[in-house]
């Protein structure tokens, strides 16, 4: 799975927080770094447990105390891991998710594998978004796209006129 996670993470944080200093590239980092994380462990371990992101966001808060323009940056980690909990269906084992509060085991298959046939359709749905981002912010255009790589923001003053996407 890779449009699905960046397509819902990406297109969430635009719609909750319409921040244009937002850095989509840390947040692109964070939704990933659960499976990154747990395909070497071959299955769900830590990072597909609620307090992994939570202990993240705690870590970054701490470390960041008086780097506010840091720490704006690196909390899209976190953020991006809460989110791959929610579109990864994560939830959905109780054991593992709520480790270690339930006493589980950490062994269970990746969710991502559980789902063979319905990841197809999800990775359309994420292309779909993807292509919507790319009208939406204009990322055809070299400049707007170098920007985005440079900085991971998705400015609005970018944006076509309302009647062109």
Request: charged share 20%.
């Amino acid at each position: 799975m890779f449009f699905w996670f960046i397509a819902t993470a990406c297109l969430s944080v635009w719609f909750v927080f319409r921040d244009d200093r937002f850095d989509y590239r840390f947040l692109i980092l964070g939704v990933f770094l659960p499976d990154i994380v747990d395909v070497f462990t071959g299955g769900s371990w830590i990072m597909h447990t609620l307090i992994a992101s939570v202990t993240a966001m705690l870590i970054i808060m701490l470390a960041t105390k008086n780097k506010r323009p840091l720490r704006r940056r690196l909390l899209a980690i976190p953020i991006g891991m809460f989110l791959h909990l929610v579109f990864d269906g994560a939830f959905a084992s109780t054991e593992v998710f709520w480790w270690p509060f339930t006493g589980g085991s950490l062994n269970e298959e990746l969710p991502v594998t559980q789902r063979w046939g319905l990841n197809a359709l999800l990775e359309i749905v994420g292309l779909v978004g993807i292509v919507w981002m790319w009208r939406r912010f204009n990322l055809s255009d070299t400049r707007v796209r170098r920007e985005f790589l440079r900085t991971g923001q998705l400015r609005e003053g970018t944006i076509m006129g309302a009647g062109e996407c």
